[in-house]
């Protein structure tokens, strides 16, 4: 089992910046790939982000790229989002995610994902 619990939220002006993170524990060498994906109401999950746990290789979603990075910190076990311009459009709650397998060039789909944190919600003010 793999458990995960993001902090960061809040609330912030558009422009401003925000740092998610998500420190993972329980059988983390089981993990080969972490994802950020975050859920407005109404809408569906969305993905946002992934790394790689061992590589480091890093995917955006285009409407996040080049304002937002992923990154992780294997000593410590924690994966981090930094949501830098933040839009009107961003606000959601923002979920972390474990894939334990490889999933290739799927690691945008939810449904790929095992284990699943509680969320964080962001919130942006205009």
């Known amino acids: 089992q793999v458990q995960l619990v993001e902090s960061g939220g809040g609330l912030v002006q558009a422009g401003g910046s925000l740092r998610l993170s998500c420190p993972v524990s329980?059988?983390?060498?089981?993990?080969?790939?972490m994802g950020w994906f975050r859920q407005a109401p109404g809408k569906e999950r969305e993905f946002v982000a992934a790394?790689?746990?061992?590589?480091?290789?890093?995917y955006y979603a285009n409407s996040v790229k080049g304002r937002f990075t992923i990154s992780r910190d294997n000593a410590k076990n924690t994966v981090y989002l930094q949501m830098n311009s933040l839009k009107p459009e961003d606000p959601a709650v923002y979920y972390c995610?474990?894939?334990?397998?490889?999933?290739?060039?799927?690691?945008?789909?939810?449904?790929?994902?095992?284990?699943w944190g509680q969320g964080t919600q962001v919130t942006v003010s205009s």
């Open positions: 995610a474990a894939d334990r397998d490889y999933s290739g060039s799927y690691y945008y789909s939810h449904y790929e994902y095992d284990y």
């Open positions: 329980g059988r983390t060498f089981s993990i080969y790939t």
């Open positions: 790394i790689r746990w061992s590589a480091g290789s890093s």
